[in-house]
């Protein structure tokens, strides 16, 4: 019964918004605002639960009696500072602001840094992690787009028939891009037409 | 929306349930069968092999929230979540999963809480087990790394919506000398994956994991429908082409 109830939930909220999607002006578009509004409103409060439940998993990492793991400790003591001065100063204050900005934006660039490095290094072992005809192609297209995207051939185009070609060759890598996302697009409506029907149902296993 | 598209809409959708009614009703569903990816089956193997060697397993199901375009990418991560728990019932160390959204995190947890429900003896241990790693891109990989270089695990899998960021978690799984799959339905993150992955699903393959790694005939028969949907588009792409080189468009 409570199988029954939760597909049924699930498929009228999606149809509704689905039919308040095609129907502009109607009262099925104000249905629509109003059940987005919700799962917003939702979302967040999950994400609130999953920060708390976030914060369980380090205090355990930490006062745990096998594996200890130290560094959780800085996770909660940067939690807690962050948040007892958002509730003293309140949201809006510029202290709070920079404070926030300032952890936010050195985890982000440092992490930036690693990534760039990361990516760098990840050039050099390509050839020798994977050696087959997929990767040599994948490899060369690599060299052979970067070098005509840099504009390195722009003096070329001078030449009679070249910038056809050089045009031609530029627009291949935006229609593999196309392809592949054509292909992503009709597996989510799939899938999503898979909740939608109840066939599917990630909220009860 | 005007109302050709909407006219286009609702045939897709009763041609959806029409191909669905016929292929479930009839004795055709017993002749589904769909080319198996070379991945998967590796996958599986190496999901034998952590159960045997009592390694974990690290489940990565990308940073998006379900209410964006990029939902159906985490709920296909939720999915291959469940199937990898079905498989790893005899593991003593059950698999670890992260989210970088809280609304996947809580459908990751209710699925690995109903697993403990089903099957006795799985101990219900979902709040160390499937956890919110960071809420935003960097943060989430940066709370997902320590996850994946462990020393007790010997694979992981990344389904959902990752972007270049992958490739430090990748890294990091290869360190500590793990099998690899990724999936995402981020091109830059499918680049980046190939380089680094043992095995990588390039574009649409990430959704048919669920069919992959089960024998559901509604999944296998969603997977046709795409394919076919997808001859359909390319049919008509190469039409409306022809008709512009002939002058018609």
């Not at chain 1, 999950?46 to 200890?68: C, G, P, Y």
């Not at chain 2, 020393?151 to 990748?170: A, M």
Request: a neutral charge; proline letters at 3%; aromatic letters at 10%.
């Amino acid at each position: 019964m409570k199988k029954i109830f939760l597909i049924l939930i699930s498929s009228i909220s999606g149809f509704l918004i689905i039919l308040g999607l095609f129907s502009p002006g109607s009262i099925l578009e104000y249905i629509r605002a109003n059940l987005l509004n919700w799962a917003v409103i939702l979302s967040g409060i999950a994400l609130l639960i999953a920060i708390l439940n976030l914060l369980a998993v380090h205090w355990n990492k930490v006062f745990t009696d096998t594996n200890r793991d130290i560094a959780s400790s800085f996770f909660i003591v940067g939690f807690i500072t962050v948040l007892l001065i958002g509730i003293l100063l309140g949201p809006a204050d510029h202290f709070f602001i920079n404070l926030n900005r300032t952890i936010i934006l050195s985890v982000e660039a440092s992490m930036m840094a690693v990534l760039a490095l990361t990516l760098a290094l990840a050039c050099f072992r390509f050839f020798t992690r994977k050696q087959n005809l997929l990767s040599l192609i994948f490899g060369i297209s690599t060299i052979v787009f970067l070098l005509l995207f840099s504009g390195i051939l722009s003096l070329g185009e001078n030449i009679p028939l070249m910038k056809p070609i050089i045009t031609g060759l530029k627009s291949l890598p935006i229609a593999g891009s196309t392809g592949i996302l054509i292909g992503i697009s009709l597996g989510a409506t799939i899938t999503s037409l898979r909740i939608l029907f109840g066939t599917d149902r990630p909220y009860d296993r | 929306m005007d109302n050709t598209n909407l006219l286009l809409f609702l045939f897709f959708i009763i041609f959806i349930l029409i191909s669905g009614m016929i292929f479930y009703f009839t004795p055709l569903k017993n002749w589904l069968e769909i080319k198996k990816i070379s991945s998967i089956i590796n996958l599986k193997k190496s999901i034998g092999l952590s159960i045997e060697h009592g390694k974990g397993l690290h489940i990565s199901l990308g940073k998006s929230n379900l209410n964006n375009i990029h939902g159906a990418a985490s709920l296909i991560g939720i999915n291959t979540l469940s199937k990898i728990l079905d498989q790893s019932i005899l593991s003593d160390n059950p698999p670890v999963a992260t989210s970088g959204s809280g609304d996947v995190t809580l459908l990751a947890q209710t699925t690995f809480q109903n697993f403990g429900k089903e099957k006795a003896g799985f101990s219900s241990t979902e709040q160390s087990n499937v956890f919110l790693s960071g809420p935003t891109n960097m943060s989430y990989i940066a709370g997902a790394i320590p996850s994946s270089s462990k020393q007790d695990l010997s694979t992981q899998v990344l389904v959902g919506n990752l972007g270049s960021e992958i490739g430090l978690l990748l890294n990091a799984g290869n360190r500590a000398g793990n099998y690899s799959l990724s999936a995402t339905d981020n091109l830059e993150g499918q680049a980046v994956s190939y380089v680094y992955s043992d095995e990588t699903l390039i574009g649409e393959q990430i959704f048919s994991i669920p069919a992959q790694l089960d024998n559901n005939k509604i999944h296998a028969l969603s997977l046709i429908v795409h394919d076919f949907l997808r001859w359909v588009i390319i049919i008509a792409i190469i039409f409306v082409a022809f008709l512009k080189i002939i002058g018609i468009l």
